[in-house]
């Protein structure tokens, strides 16, 4: 059972443009969603996180989206540029619950950013 | 500052052998997890570390796969008589605690494993 979805596998824009990621996911106990990046041969690398308490957080270029009722949250990033050309991983987990920490992720979008 | 590290960086190894994928963490951090990548997957939990224990081991596909972790830093995972469908990046990461602040868990470059 995939409990994040990311059902986009690949997304490609134009320099300037914007990039939008999205995510679904199906536990409702979750409460905490992370993105991440990753180049090929290495680890992914945080990017930008949102509670569910909240419905929206910025970071630069990044923006992430929450919409509890509809179980989405979405990632932007205005403007795009060729470095930000990678794969993105949706994750989420039960952050304030006391757990492990365990994240679950989603199966990740490639995004190419062409110059 | 050192990152979290992996070896080997890549293994290539037959059916039916045993296995070792060693992850140093960051120094200091006592939380330690590690995930798996199969060929067009996202990031599967295998197990998390707290110090020299481990608390949740739910990921772990089958009993041919154990983790250890000594002196509360190095993490060995171990896969017995491999199969082809282990075939996968291994990934560890590390955070300071476990639980709150998620966005502190940092990876290592992962370990590709083939199972040929």
């Known amino acids: 059972d995939q409990q994040v979805k990311q059902n986009s596998p690949s997304l490609s824009v134009q320099e300037g443009r914007i990039s939008i990621l999205n995510c679904d996911y199906t536990?409702?106990?979750?409460?905490?969603f992370l993105w991440y990046k990753k180049y090929p041969a290495e680890g992914p690398t945080f990017l930008i996180s949102?509670?569910?308490?909240?419905d929206k957080n910025e970071d630069g270029r990044f923006t992430v989206f929450l919409n509890k009722s509809a179980k989405h949250l979405s990632l932007h990033i205005v403007p795009s540029q060729p470095g930000d050309s990678a794969v993105y991983f949706c994750a989420a987990t039960r952050g304030y619950s006391g757990n492990t920490g365990k994240l679950i992720f989603g199966q990740g979008t490639t995004l190419q950013v062409k110059p | 500052g050192a990152g979290v590290s992996q070896s080997p960086s890549n293994k290539v190894t037959e059916k039916g052998k045993d296995v070792e994928l060693r992850c140093d963490p960051i120094s200091g951090h006592t939380a330690l997890y590690w995930y798996r990548q199969s060929l067009g997957q996202g990031l599967e939990f295998l197990i998390y570390f707290q110090g020299n224990s481990a608390p949740d081991k739910s990921g772990l596909p089958s009993d041919r796969f154990s983790a250890e972790r000594t002196g509360g830093s190095v993490s060995t995972l171990t896969i017995q008589r491999t199969q082809q469908e282990d075939s996968a990046v291994y990934l560890c990461?590390?955070?300071?605690?476990?639980?709150?602040?998620?966005?502190?868990?940092?990876f290592g470059p992962g370990t590709r494993l083939t199972v040929l």
């Open positions: 536990n409702s106990m979750f409460d905490y």
């Open positions: 949102i509670s569910s308490i909240k």
């Open positions: 990461a590390s955070s300071p605690e476990a639980g709150v602040l998620a966005d502190t868990q940092y």
